[in-house]
């Protein structure tokens, strides 16, 4: 089956560490996004790619960093300067850009620091 | 700014009731408007869409909305809540000329009592 995965579903770091999250899709999909969700405030967009090697900063980029070396994958990564990284991420990919092309999310990645 | 408002951050309803989560937004145009779905601890489904037409819609699950533009609502309704139902739900919208970056309300979470 077609889909998205993301690994791992609970991950724990120390706060000053770096981490990736992962996040591949086997859809053939162009565009790749991550959102950040927390608990009353919806989603929002950190990164989004239109294609291999391309992306732009969404709503919320500060802290983070992407990169698109392949069709396939769109890894996260929430560096020591992300002020508050406990969230939960999601990570979605669709077609193409455009609004009539609609968004498949992975399961999530949850993601504490302490 | 554009945004998104889901009023009732908690909604109970009986199962077996009929159910309706409310959706405001704020834009100068008219935007294309989605609902999707989330379990606890997973991505999110898209329910239904909204682009141009008919200005109700039928979607997954037995899920419907219905755009009007005079009030800027996109409301989601079901005529008899099944117990599975009970997951957190988001409108979200997208300008025609955004590509496809979504901008997502805060979300309602649904609770069906037995």
């Known amino acids: 089956d077609g889909g998205i995965t993301q690994s791992p579903k609970y991950l724990f770091r120390k706060e000053g560490q770096n981490v990736t999250l992962s996040c591949e899709q086997n859809l053939n999909h162009d565009a790749m996004y991550w959102y950040r969700q927390d608990p009353g405030q919806g989603l929002r967009l950190i990164y989004y790619?239109?294609?291999?090697?391309?992306?732009q900063k969404g709503d919320i980029a500060e802290g983070y960093s992407v990169s698109r070396e392949k069709k396939e994958s769109f890894p996260l990564t929430v560096t020591s300067a992300q002020k508050n990284p406990t969230a939960f991420y999601l990570c979605?990919?669709?077609?193409?850009?455009?609004?009539?092309?609609?968004?498949?999310f992975g399961n999530g990645t949850r993601l504490t620091v302490t | 700014a554009q945004s998104v408002t889901q009023p009732d951050i908690h909604i109970t309803v009986s199962e077996g009731a009929s159910l309706e989560l409310r959706c405001n937004y704020s834009?100068?145009?008219?935007?294309?408007l989605f609902w999707y779905v989330q379990s606890p601890g997973q991505g999110l489904q898209l329910l239904l869409k909204y682009f141009s037409g008919d200005t109700l819609v039928q979607g997954i699950k037995g899920f419907e909305a219905e755009f009007k533009r005079s009030q800027s609502s996109f409301n989601l309704r079901k005529p008899s809540v099944h117990w599975s139902d009970a997951a957190e739900y988001f409108c979200a919208v997208v300008l025609n000329n955004a590509g496809n970056m979504l901008t997502f309300g805060g979300g309602t979470r649904l609770m069906v009592k037995p």
């Open positions: 834009y100068g145009a008219t935007p294309y």
């Open positions: 979605a990919s669709s077609a193409r850009t455009g609004a009539n092309s609609p968004l498949h």
């Open positions: 790619s239109q294609i291999v090697n391309d992306f």
